[in-house]
């Protein structure tokens, strides 16, 4: 698909909201730099940040790999979205700029979804870091199966 912005076509693109998020973009970016699979853009979405620190994080990314817009604060929900109507990719990859993928997921989700034209989502496990482990024990629980996951 091409963008009328950049006139480019890539495979994936990656949306990642950002609200005064500055102390933690940087490590979401660099997680999809990392990536063993390399046709893609990232395209972070200001929603509005207030505070001076995400402010010089967002100046620092933009340009090296990154596309930075910025918009009027209206949730994460609408930034994503804003996003998502401004990308190139074939295929949609939504990071939140607190999180991080793991090097080869990119990849593998990509083949995935070329080799079985009846699946339209991939999703991963979590792993958290730091303190905040309160959902650790939902999200990884072994009782559950990837199809009851998706709930079709």
């Known amino acids: 698909m091409k963008n009328n912005e950049t006139d480019e076509c ?5 949306i990642i909201p950002c609200y005064n998020d500055g ?15 390399t046709d893609y853009e990232i395209v972070v979405i200001n ?3 207030t505070d001076k620190t995400t402010m010089d994080v967002l100046k620092q990314l933009e340009g090296n790999g990154v596309r930075v817009l910025h918009k ?9 979205n804003y996003g998502i109507t401004r990308s190139a990719g074939e295929y949609i990859l939504t990071l939140d700029a607190d999180d ?19 699946i339209g989502c991939v999703t991963c496990y979590a792993q958290y870091f730091g303190i905040n482990t309160r959902w ?3 999200i ?13």
Do not use: C
Request: charge should be positive; glycine fraction near 2%; charged fraction near 30%.
């Open 136 to 138: 650790m024990q939902t």
């Open 100 to 118: 991080k993928f793991s090097e080869s997921f990119m990849e593998r989700a990509v083949k995935i979804l070329d080799d079985n034209t009846e």
């Open 72 to 80: 009027k604060n209206e949730g994460v929900s609408t930034a994503r």
């Open 23 to 37: 102390a933690y973009i940087p490590d979401a970016v660099d997680s999809i730099k990392r990536q063993t699979f």
């Open 47 to 49: 929603d509005g940040s």
């Open 140 to 152: 990884n629980s072994p009782n559950h199966s990837w199809k009851e996951r998706l709930r079709y």
């Open 10 to 14: 890539v495979r994936v693109s990656v």
